[in-house]
């Protein structure tokens, strides 16, 4: 009988450290993974946050607004432009009780058809994933307001977010509650007193910028946004995280949202971006020696997955979908815009004769992000230059 219960209690020791011995034999067994960041890691937080908007909408100031005023309203374009497009016309009750991405988008929330390399990693770490926020109050001009709301999680990147704070009126109206310092003030307020020394902290955000910096022409964008991210970094650091994985940008002229006129400036504005970034992480890692920081060239990785996905026969100029958001760059659309909140769907419609059967020989699932193949791609050599950094430290 004792030989049995040895045996047992030497099965259950040698599967307990099978189990758990996964990532620490590679020396990266973190507690928790955080992201901030944009798009290409949100898992919910755009669709999970706006559905929660749009369920505390009150609009009585509109009600409540003597029409006499309205021809005065009228002479500000944007407000304007919310009149005409029925947007200011009874808001609350025509919004639909919830935000989601028709397919191919992957969980109804994703820009890209499969997991984003953010899951990626977290499965390879064995680490849950899940979309977090804490945001104000939003008002539109005082005639609609939405009371603002918070989810406790782990991954902060929200889907447009910019490392700094926006002048676009995307940015203006929404955007901005979302952006990096945002987002850390949220993860460092939710945290409590619990220690971040055994946590890791993904940042991958930076790209908006350089697209809105692109079609602006303003390089002062580039220099808030590289600051934003160092000051970003010094406040975790401050608050006990040792554990990062920054990332630069990739070629923004690579993107088939940017017009072939406008792909040089978008190149340069890139390759300025990731110099000064790459400085202010290189002084950082010498002023605070403990923090163990691996850096993601995602220039370099995207120029690789792309003459890797030309030996494989994909399609690397054309997107496979389109939708809204790719016209509204620049401007805001109300009418289109208020038809797609009034349905609850963020639509993506196939283009350049990509199929459900064939997206995944497209890179690009839209004008911005990849599909599957490349996310999954990344997500690998996140967790590839991970174990190498982990390696050299030891």
Same mark, same amino acid.
């Given at each position: @009988?004792?030989?049995?219960?040895?045996?047992?209690?030497?099965?259950?020791?040698?599967?307990?450290?099978?189990?758990?011995?996964? +990532? *620490?034999?590679?020396?990266?067994?973190?507690?928790?993974?955080?992201?901030?960041?944009?798009?290409?890691?949100?898992? !919910?937080?755009?669709?999970?946050?706006?559905?929660?908007?749009?369920?505390?909408?009150?609009?009585?100031?509109?009600?409540?607004?003597?029409?006499?005023?309205?021809?005065?309203?009228?002479?500000?374009?944007?407000?304007?432009?919310?009149?005409?497009?029925?947007?200011?016309?009874?808001?609350?009750?025509?919004?639909?009780?919830?935000?989601?991405?028709?397919?191919?988008?992957?969980?109804?929330?994703?820009?890209?058809?499969?997991?984003?390399?953010?899951?990626?990693?977290?499965? #390879?770490?064995?680490?849950?994933?899940?979309?977090?926020?804490?945001?104000?109050?939003?008002?539109?001009?005082?005639? $609609?307001?939405?009371? !603002?709301?918070?989810?406790?999680?782990?991954?902060?990147?929200?889907?447009?977010?910019?490392?700094?704070?926006?002048?676009?009126?995307?940015?203006?109206?929404?955007?901005?509650?979302?952006?990096? +310092?945002?987002?850390?003030?949220?993860?460092?307020?939710? #945290?409590?007193?619990?220690?971040?020394?055994?946590?890791?902290?993904?940042? @991958?955000?930076?790209?908006?910028?350089?697209?809105?910096?692109?079609?602006? *022409?303003?390089?002062?964008?580039?220099?808030?946004?590289?600051?934003?991210?160092?000051?970003?970094?010094?406040?975790?650091?401050? !608050?006990?995280?040792?554990?990062?994985?920054?990332?630069?940008?990739?070629?923004?002229?690579?993107?088939?949202?940017?017009?072939?006129?406008?792909?040089?400036?978008?190149?340069?504005?890139? #390759?300025?971006?990731?110099?000064?970034?790459?400085?202010?992480?290189?002084?950082?890692?010498?002023?605070?020696?403990?923090?163990?920081?691996?850096?993601?060239?995602?220039?370099?990785?995207?120029?690789?997955?792309?003459?890797?996905?030309?030996?494989?026969? @994909?399609?690397?100029?054309?997107?496979?979908?389109?939708?809204?958001?790719?016209?509204?760059?620049?401007?805001?659309?109300?009418?289109?815009? /208020? +038809?797609?909140?009034?349905? !609850?769907?963020?639509?993506? $419609?196939?283009? +350049?004769?990509?199929?459900?059967?064939?997206?995944?020989? =497209?890179?690009?699932?839209?004008? $911005? =992000?990849?599909?599957?193949?490349?996310?999954?791609?990344?997500?690998?050599? @996140?967790?590839?230059?991970? /174990?190498?950094? *982990?390696?050299?430290?030891?």
């Amino acid at each position: @009988m004792k030989k049995i219960i040895t045996a047992i209690v030497f099965l259950s020791i040698t599967c307990t450290s099978y189990s758990n011995g996964k +990532n *620490s034999e590679n020396n990266i067994n973190f507690e928790r993974l955080y992201v901030l960041g944009d798009s290409l890691s949100d898992t !919910g937080a755009a669709t999970g946050a706006i559905t929660k908007y749009l369920n505390n909408c009150n609009d009585d100031n509109l009600r409540n607004l003597n029409p006499f005023f309205l021809p005065f309203l009228s002479l500000d374009p944007t407000i304007s432009s919310l009149l005409n497009s029925g947007f200011l016309s009874n808001t609350c009750s025509n919004l639909p009780k919830e935000i989601s991405f028709d397919t191919p988008a992957y969980m109804t929330r994703s820009f890209t058809n499969g997991k984003v390399a953010a899951e990626i990693l977290a499965e #390879k770490m064995s680490l849950e994933l899940t979309p977090a926020w804490k945001v104000n109050d939003l008002s539109l001009f005082g005639f $609609v307001n939405f009371k !603002g709301s918070s989810q406790i999680g782990t991954n902060y990147a929200f889907s447009g977010a910019k490392a700094a704070i926006g002048k676009d009126l995307v940015d203006t109206l929404l955007l901005n509650k979302f952006a990096l +310092n945002q987002q850390l003030s949220a993860l460092l307020a939710e #945290k409590g007193d619990r220690d971040l020394g055994n946590d890791l902290f993904l940042i @991958m955000i930076g790209a908006n910028d350089i697209i809105s910096a692109t079609f602006n *022409s303003d390089n002062l964008i580039i220099d808030s946004a590289v600051l934003e991210i160092e000051k970003s970094l010094l406040s975790l650091y401050n !608050g006990g995280a040792r554990n990062f994985i920054i990332s630069n940008v990739p070629n923004i002229a690579l993107l088939p949202l940017i017009n072939p006129n406008l792909k040089p400036i978008a190149e340069y504005y890139s #390759k300025d971006f990731n110099f000064k970034l790459n400085a202010k992480i290189t002084d950082f890692k010498v002023n605070y020696g403990d923090a163990n920081i691996t850096y993601i060239d995602l220039y370099q990785v995207f120029d690789d997955l792309k003459k890797e996905s030309s030996k494989k026969g @994909m399609n690397f100029l054309s997107p496979c979908t389109t939708n809204i958001s790719d016209s509204m760059i620049n401007s805001v659309d109300f009418s289109v815009l /208020l +038809n797609t909140i009034r349905s !609850g769907k963020l639509p993506f $419609v196939y283009i +350049n004769g990509c199929s459900a059967q064939t997206i995944n020989n =497209h890179f690009f699932f839209d004008s $911005v =992000h990849p599909t599957s193949w490349g996310q999954e791609k990344l997500g690998n050599k @996140m967790y590839e230059l991970l /174990l190498e950094n *982990s390696t050299k430290k030891n």
